[in-house]
């Protein structure tokens, strides 16, 4: 009875003491006892806990800190008074030289550092190189082994006693950049030649010399001069295949040479004279026939002056050809194809005559003339449909034909007289009745006096019309509409006569049918003075027209 009433207390005491009794742990824990604590004691067993350090608070029992004693962090009863920073557990060795914060370098794991060449990249010094295979004390000297200054990524923070040590050359004197990565690869294992950076001016082929001195004969370095004839004057005044002093070739010998030890192949810039096709030879002396090649003419009769005296299809010499091959002819050997420049009188359609000698009949091709008539002369004779050489048609047969062979379509200017509608007639005969087309008069009546002789209304020739027919006709068939300009002969559109009225009907006036030249005034005006004195006394007094 005893023993159950003290278990009974015993319960009652853990699940109400949180709330009867002060908590050592601060106000701020706010968990059950029995997440830490059993009934047996206040003993903690680890294995035993139920409260969930990592869930519960900010920091995370991981690697080395699962196995750590929680009085090792937390020195007081008040949980939440233990620092979270590594600095506040972990002694600093490093006296500060690379900050407070452990994570950086090593894990909860192990304090041993396995991504060294990591951290170095991250702060742009990568280790590479001869740089990886250097202990850390001999870049980062301190009176401790542990202690890593940052000393700067710069060569020369290193380097600076191999810079002023160096005398071949010089670097110091010579005023060499301190950044040694312009000159020395990093990924070398030392300071050889084989590491200088030398691609301002690349050693390749005969350049390709493992003794400096052979070209910096001095120590100091920036006297040696990129240009080739610094170096190679003596092979420029030695070479006497061609002469190159005599010729005055240019002391740049990489205009023509490469780096190819003997100078060979030498490439000539020849574009000044594109050696193409059958200008394509090897050797030089071909063109170039002294040692001057500055004497070579780029002139075509200067090489080929034989060529052109010797030629007999055509003759160019009495013909008179041009002694510039290349107006005629191409690099091709054989000098074919060669193609004339015929512009002057193009070879189109009929013209298009691939035997020169149809239209050039003797050697001499300047001999022929590009007038029509010099080749044309029986076809102008023999034309019968018009005949041209009675007609007087003009020799000159392109003013109407083009080189359509047969002649046809042909096209003739005719703007003398237009061809505009009822003129437009496609049979020339109509209007030339005769073959001499000369004969044909531009005057309208010299086609048109039947129409004019038969015209009744009015009666052109009593009435004394003009037989110039343009003067009231265009070339409208029918002849309508006709424009008279009757003011020429009396006005009728100005004073009294005009009053704002058309004048549609001549017979107003002309009362006489078919006989315009008589007119009738007193019909309209019999108050104006005595009728009698007849309708050719008013326009006597009256040229105008005017009435009043």
Not at 130 to 143: I, P
Not at 188 to 207: A, E, V
Not at 438 to 466: G, K, L, M, R
Not at 498 to 507: A, K, L, P, S, Y
């Amino acid at each position: 009875m005893h023993r159950l009433s003290y278990i009974i207390l015993s319960i009652g005491f853990l699940i109400f003491s949180p709330v009867m009794a002060q908590s050592p742990h601060g106000k701020n824990l706010k968990i059950s006892c029995d997440q830490c604590h059993n009934p047996s004691g206040w003993e903690l067993d680890i294995y035993l806990m139920r409260f969930d350090h990592n869930k519960k608070t900010n920091f995370n029992l991981e690697g080395a800190h699962m196995q750590t004693d929680c009085k090792a962090c937390h020195e007081s009863l008040v949980f939440n008074e233990a620092p979270n920073q590594c600095a506040s557990c972990h002694k600093d060795i490093h006296s500060m030289s690379v900050g407070n914060d452990c994570t950086q370098c090593h894990t909860t794991k192990t304090w041993i550092v396995n991504n060294i060449p990591e951290i170095h990249e991250e702060n742009g010094f990568p280790l590479i190189g001869a740089h990886n295979a250097v202990s850390c004390a001999e870049c980062h000297t301190s009176e401790t082994n542990l202690r890593f200054d940052r000393i700067g990524n710069e060569c020369i923070s290193c380097h600076k006693q191999d810079y002023d040590a160096t005398r071949s050359p010089n670097h110091r004197e010579l005023g060499f950049s301190t950044d040694c990565i312009e000159c020395h690869s990093p990924l070398g294992p030392g300071w050889d030649l084989q590491n200088i950076n030398h691609d301002f001016f690349p050693l390749t082929q005969g350049h390709d010399i493992q003794d400096c001195k052979q070209c910096h004969k001095t120590n100091n370095y920036a006297d040696a001069s990129p240009e080739c004839i610094s170096c190679h004057q003596t092979d420029y005044n030695n070479t006497n295949n061609p002469n190159h002093s005599s010729v005055g070739f240019s002391t740049d010998c990489a205009t023509c040479h490469t780096t190819n030890p003997g100078w060979t192949p030498a490439n000539i810039n020849h574009d000044f004279f594109p050696l193409t096709l059958g200008h394509d030879i090897q050797d030089c002396k071909q063109c170039h026939t002294t040692n001057s090649y500055a004497d070579a003419s780029p002139e075509c009769v200067n090489c080929h002056q034989t060529d052109y005296d010797n030629t007999q299809n055509p003759v160019h010499r009495d013909t008179g050809f041009s002694t510039d091959c290349a107006s005629c002819h191409t690099t091709n050997p054989g000098w074919t194809p060669a193609t004339i420049n015929h512009d002057f009188f193009p070879l189109t359609q009929g013209h298009d005559i691939q035997d020169c000698t149809q239209c050039h009949k003797t050697n001499n091709y300047a001999d022929a003339s590009p007038e029509c008539v010099n080749c044309h002369q029986t076809d102008y004779d023999n034309t019968q449909n018009p005949v041209h050489r009675d007609a007087g048609f003009s020799t000159d047969c392109a003013s109407c034909h083009t080189t359509n062979p047969g002649w046809t379509p042909a096209t003739i200017n005719h703007d003398f007289f237009p061809l505009t509608l009822g003129h437009d007639i496609q049979d020339c005969k109509q209007c030339h009745t005769t073959n001499s087309y000369a004969d044909a008069s531009p005057e309208c009546v010299s086609c048109h006096q039947t129409d004019y002789n038969n015209t009744t209304n009015p009666n052109h020739i009593v009435s004394s019309f003009p037989t110039d027919c343009a003067s009231c006709h265009t070339t409208n068939p029918g002849w309508t509409p006709a424009t008279f300009d009757h003011d020429q002969y009396f006005p009728i559109y100005s004073g009294k006569h005009r009053q704002g009225q058309t004048w549609d009907t001549c017979v107003e006036c002309h009362t006489t049918p078919n006989d315009y030249s008589q007119f009738d005034c007193i019909h309209c005006h019999t108050r104006d003075h005595n009728t009698n004195l007849g309708n050719q006394r008013c326009y006597e007094c009256h040229p105008t027209g005017r009435a009043d």
